[in-house]
């Protein structure tokens, strides 16, 4: 009956993740989104990309004086999008776009 041919799972968190980046752009509100999407609080996220909760909170409020130089912070959010599955939407680059371009 065609169940073989599409997989419901496969297509949802897509959506989901579109719908995401619609409503909060390609930034740090967006990655707390998806986080709270996934079921992740910021110590289970902490632990699972071995990334300090205080940086990813400054990563996730783009409180970038929070944040240590940006060698570190390209690291530490490849880390991020990887665990959160999705990690090919240019979301590294844009964030370090901004990331360059704040004071300090």
Known sequence: DGLLDEDPLEDEPLDDVERLLATHGDGGA??????EHRGLSLDELSRLTHVSSRYLEAIEAEDFSALPPATFVRGYLRQVVRVLDVADRGLVEAFMERFSRSPG
């Open 30 to 35: 967006f990655l707390q989104a998806l986080r």
